[in-house]
Nanobody, 117 residues
């Protein structure tokens, strides 16, 4: 069983920066994909950034060049550095692990990021 706990976020001014952290427990293999998703009010959950085997990363077009995902396999953590934040980045951000061995997805409880002046 994998458990994920997010931290960070909060209220940030437009153009500002913040960093999200996700700490995992349980069995997370280095080949498993870890990532960040977000869900804004009235919208579907969407992928923000993922990092997979060998450090392969993928970003959504809306955050490419502004956000950076990183991963520590030994500590089973990922982080998301968020720069040049925009009001449209406001959402609940969720940490995710896709465990390839069992084709299972695990989610954290989510952390709110609000970009507003």
């Amino acid at each position: 069983q994998v458990q994920l706990v997010e931290s960070g976020g909060g209220l940030v001014q437009p153009g500002g920066s913040t960093r999200l952290f996700c700490e995992g427990s349980g069995i997370i293999f280095s080949v498993d994909t870890m990532g960040w998703y977000r869900q804004a009010p009235g919208k579907q959950r969407e992928m923000v950034a993922t990092i997979g085997n060998g450090g392969r990363v993928e970003y959504s077009d809306s955050v490419e060049g502004r956000f950076t995902i990183s991963r520590d396999n030994l500590k089973r953590t990922i982080s998301l550095q968020m720069n040049s934040l925009k009001p449209e980045d406001t959402a609940v951000y969720y940490c995710n692990v896709h465990q390839w061995l069992h084709n299972s997805d695990y989610w954290g409880q989510g952390t709110q990021v609000t970009v507003s002046s």
